[in-house]
């Protein structure tokens, strides 16, 4: 009995680690950028319909980043870079808003298929609108479920648009929202937030990526 349970123990471990670097792959070659979607289209790929065997977002995040180091090379670190840079003008433009820079531009897993994450703090969410109204900045009004802690889920306000050919999302959040970050999708922990002089020290190597 207890040889079958650490069988089937190996056998589930092994599942969540082929599916783990299957959900890696879709991600880093065919630009999904939601865990749960990479994470069900890699079971149906391999034919996986075991629910144990589904890995954490952690899990995919770790395997994407050993996919990145394998086979995107220069690719990747070039287009994370830009990103970066085109975050540094971001955060300047929208400085009024308390911007701060999250996702996978911050924690190094961007691509190309990567938008440019940011959220912003303002209680009154037509304010962005107007703001990007009046830059001449034509942008689509969309929405996006957070989790603000173990118990509630907050929608948000979402805008989109696009500049020096990147992808940028604006998320407006209650200035409140300062205090407390809502939770990141991968690990369910606080999301990791940088400001303009946070990132800038980020690319100038001053802080650890």
Known sequence: MQRAREHT????????H????EAARLMAEGGIQDFHQAKLKAASRLGIRDDASLPR??????ALREHQRLFAGSAQSDALR???????????????FTP????????GTADVHSPVQLLLHEDDPDAVHRFLDEHGIPAQSRSRRLRWDRERLLDVPLWVFSAEGLTFEL???????LRQAPLSPVDDKPMRRASLAQLRGLIEGRSPA
């Open 18 to 21: 082929r599916l783990a670097h």
């Open 57 to 62: 977002n952690v899990e995919i995040e770790q």
């Open 82 to 96: 830009q990103r970066r840079e085109a975050a540094v003008h971001a955060l300047e433009f929208l400085q009024a």
């Open 100 to 107: 701060r820079l999250v996702g996978p531009v911050l924690d």
């Open 171 to 177: 998320l407006v959040l209650p200035y409140d929202a």
């Open 9 to 16: 123990a190996t056998q589930t471990r092994e599942r969540r």
